[in-house]
RNA sequence: GCUCCUUUCGUCUAGCCUGGUCAGGACUACGCGUUUUCAUCGCGUCAACAGGGGUUCGAAUCCCCUAGGGAGUACCA
């Protein structure tokens, strides 16, 4: 039987990174066993759900290179893969299980309801639906149905215990008594979760389900559903969730959540996708910076670790810099002019000063947004008084190097200063000025930059339009003279 | 409340099934080396088996109890 998986996300927002992880796994488990990967879009839920929520998610999980075999937009022979648009198998198999006894209509009202869960409540005991629906007869609520009486349609939860072999839980089994007949059709004609997903797995032939643990609870349910339905029941992995600082569940207040956001930030998808798929699964040579399509070939359900993972930028960045730097000059520079806004100076510049650019900086950044501030530096007249340059510009011999490279500048009229000059004035520096050690290099940073830290001072100089470094130069003067 | 899941360095984890190397790796932090700076890179240091019982010559590993954390308990998914 050819292995078919899900990713069935509701589109009631943008993708989380928690479902992309999901739907990672699922698309890897599928390409691990040749077989297809299924996007489902649930969007029961009328009031939440959104087409264009449904259209991000997609653009998203393109982005991330996780391509599904078959969804709304990628017709195949077990569609429509809109809930919404199967509706009528749904009303189908619900009219099946009722004529079997495995459901009945229900007409309790909202506010019959509230009162019997609160009085369990005080009770103290569950707050399940009491059955009194079950024992009407098919006659009356025929009629009461003619009649235009509202009505839900509930499961009648079997008197036996149920469990399942899960391939990160192991066995998970359930007493009887842990739910009461729950909703399977709603008041307004549509499904509840817990069935349609069952019905959609079944007729879509899903073989195995790899879902987030939240779900574990709703697998009782649906083993229900499966064996009321007469279906083949699938395979099961629930993952462990993801949280946040707090260890609570992953949200919005713990920083960015989304896919999109991570996109925004110009982060790789791929150093995502192996960041993600490190967050519970653990490479068998404990490898962890890796490209997803080389861990097709090894990947299986039992490497995952069943606690809780948080999610921890500083190693999402330390992948990304690892990214970063296998790439080629030629893609960095192309990435770089990305990332930069269309009037930063950067795109001005010629291919030879983009690729010494890049060569220059490749190993400084972890991340592409980075390098807006990396071409500010060198386009900024600022300079940065900290204690630092502040004792740099404290030394006669800064003072001295500083005077020489003004006189040097002035009536300079060449585009950049080429290294060749930089070296020359070093060794001025160094042999008619006899200055030396730290304070030539760190004078001549200071001077040059405004900075006591940067990159290869020479190349940084090359870069920089020789106006600017006099605009520093001037600056400093007017600071010495405070 | 009830049910289910879970607990190894600050973080992600290996090891657990098939008891027996100073509990290994990675990120972070720190240190050293390289770089006359910073970063990269290399090397190193700090750092964990939730607690308590048991079984055993021997327990992170098997069993029991306690505590913590999470999820579910909907006409949300």
Same mark, same amino acid.
Request: charged share 30%.
């Given at each position: 039987?050819?292995?078919?998986?899900?990713?069935?996300?509701s589109?009631?927002?943008?993708?989380h990174?928690?479902?992309?992880?999901?739907?990672?796994?699922?698309?890897?488990?599928a390409?691990?066993?040749?077989?297809?990967?299924?996007?489902?879009?649930?969007?029961?839920?009328?009031?939440?759900?959104?087409?264009?929520?449904?259209?991000?998610?997609?653009?998203?999980?393109?982005?991330?290179?996780?391509?599904?075999?078959?969804?709304?937009?990628?017709?195949?022979?077990?569609?429509?893969?809109?809930?919404?648009?199967?509706?009528?198998?749904?009303?189908?198999?619900s009219?099946?299980l009722?004529?079997?006894?495995?459901?009945?209509?229900?007409?309790?009202?909202n506010?019959?309801l509230?009162?019997?869960?609160?009085?369990?409540?005080?009770?103290?005991?569950a707050?399940?639906?009491?059955?009194?629906?079950?024992?009407?007869?098919?006659?009356?609520?025929?009629?009461?149905?003619?009649?235009?009486e509202?009505?839900?349609?509930?499961?009648?939860?079997?008197?036996?215990?149920f469990?399942?072999?899960?391939?990160?839980?192991? =066995?998970?089994?359930?007493?009887?008594d842990?739910?009461?007949?729950?909703v399977i059709?709603?008041?307004?004609?549509?499904?509840?979760?817990?069935?349609?997903?069952?019905?959609?797995?079944?007729?879509?032939?899903?073989?195995?389900?790899?879902?987030a643990?939240?779900?574990?609870? =709703?697998?009782?349910r649906?083993?229900?559903?499966?064996?009321?339905?007469?279906?083949?029941?699938?395979?099961?992995?629930?993952?462990?969730?993801?949280?946040?600082?707090?260890?609570?569940k992953?949200?919005?207040?713990?920083?960015?959540?989304?896919?999109?956001?991570?996109?925004k930030?110009?982060?790789?998808?791929?150093?995502?996708?192996?960041y993600?798929?490190?967050l519970?699964?653990?490479?068998?040579?404990?490898?962890?910076?890796?490209?997803?399509?080389?861990?097709?070939?090894?990947?299986?359900?039992?490497?995952?670790?069943?606690?809780?993972?948080?999610?921890?930028?500083?190693?999402?960045?330390?992948?990304?810099?690892?990214?970063?730097?296998a790439?080629?000059?030629?893609?960095?520079?192309?990435?770089?002019?990305?990332?930069?806004s269309?009037?930063?100076?950067?795109?001005?510049?010629?291919?030879?000063?983009?690729?010494?650019?890049?060569?220059?900086?490749?190993d400084?950044?972890?991340?592409?947004?980075?390098?807006?501030?990396?071409?500010?530096?060198?386009?900024?007249s600022?300079?940065?008084?900290?204690?630092?340059t502040?004792?740099?510009?404290?030394?006669?011999?800064?003072?001295?190097?500083?005077?020489?490279?003004?006189?040097?500048?002035?009536?300079?009229?060449?585009?950049f200063?080429?290294?060749?000059?930089?070296?020359?004035?070093?060794?001025?520096?160094?042999?008619?000025?006899?200055?030396?050690?730290?304070?030539?290099?760190?004078?001549?940073?200071?001077?040059?930059?405004?900075?006591?830290?940067?990159?290869?001072l020479?190349?940084?100089?090359?870069l920089?339009?020789?106006?600017?470094?006099?605009?520093?130069?001037?600056?400093?003067?007017?600071y010495?003279?405070?």
């Amino acid at each position: 039987m050819p292995v078919r998986v899900r990713f069935a996300p509701s589109p009631t927002g943008y993708l989380h990174i928690g479902g992309a992880r999901t739907a990672l796994y699922s698309y890897l488990f599928a390409k691990r066993h040749k077989g297809q990967f299924i996007l489902r879009v649930e969007d029961t839920d009328l009031e939440r759900s959104k087409k264009e929520f449904e259209d991000s998610q997609i653009a998203d999980l393109n982005w991330l290179g996780l391509i599904h075999d078959e969804g709304p937009d990628k017709p195949g022979d077990v569609g429509p893969y809109r809930q919404s648009e199967r509706l009528d198998i749904y009303k189908k198999y619900s009219a099946e299980l009722v004529e079997k006894g495995a459901a009945y209509p229900c007409f309790c009202t909202n506010a019959q309801l509230d009162i019997k869960k609160e009085k369990l409540a005080e009770a103290g005991k569950a707050p399940h639906y009491d059955g009194t629906c079950r024992n009407i007869s098919q006659e009356e609520s025929s009629k009461r149905i003619a009649d235009g009486e509202e009505h839900t349609i509930r499961f009648t939860v079997p008197d036996h215990p149920f469990d399942f072999k899960d391939h990160v839980r192991g =066995n998970v089994g359930w007493p009887i008594d842990m739910v009461g007949d729950f909703v399977i059709m709603r008041s307004n004609g549509m499904p509840t979760y817990n069935y349609c997903c069952t019905v959609d797995d079944w007729l879509m032939k899903i073989t195995h389900v790899i879902r987030a643990e939240d779900h574990l609870n =709703n697998t009782l349910r649906q083993l229900m559903i499966y064996e009321a339905l007469g279906a083949e029941i699938p395979e099961f992995a629930h993952v462990s969730l993801l949280i946040g600082k707090d260890r609570q569940k992953l949200s919005k207040r713990h920083g960015a959540t989304s896919v999109s956001q991570y996109q925004k930030e110009h982060y790789l998808p791929e150093a995502l996708l192996n960041y993600l798929c490190l967050l519970g699964w653990s490479h068998p040579e404990e490898k962890d910076v890796f490209n997803i399509e080389d861990i097709v070939d090894i990947f299986d359900l039992d490497r995952f670790s069943k606690s809780p993972a948080m999610f921890d930028v500083d190693k999402l960045n330390y992948i990304n810099g690892q990214y970063l730097r296998a790439m080629s000059i030629e893609t960095l520079v192309l990435k770089f002019a990305e990332v930069c806004s269309s009037e930063s100076p950067f795109h001005k510049q010629t291919p030879e000063w983009k690729n010494i650019f890049a060569e220059l900086i490749k190993d400084k950044i972890q991340n592409f947004i980075e390098v807006r501030e990396k071409v500010d530096e060198i386009f900024t007249s600022d300079i940065y008084l900290n204690d630092e340059t502040k004792e740099i510009l404290s030394w006669d011999s800064t003072k001295l190097i500083q005077e020489y490279l003004a006189s040097e500048l002035d009536g300079f009229d060449k585009p950049f200063i080429s290294e060749d000059l930089i070296g020359d004035w070093m060794n001025h520096i160094k042999s008619e000025m006899k200055i030396k050690g730290k304070h030539l290099f760190m004078g001549m940073r200071v001077v040059l930059t405004g900075k006591a830290h940067g990159p290869d001072l020479k190349k940084v100089a090359r870069l920089t339009p020789p106006g600017i470094i006099a605009q520093r130069i001037s600056k400093l003067s007017l600071y010495e003279g405070h």
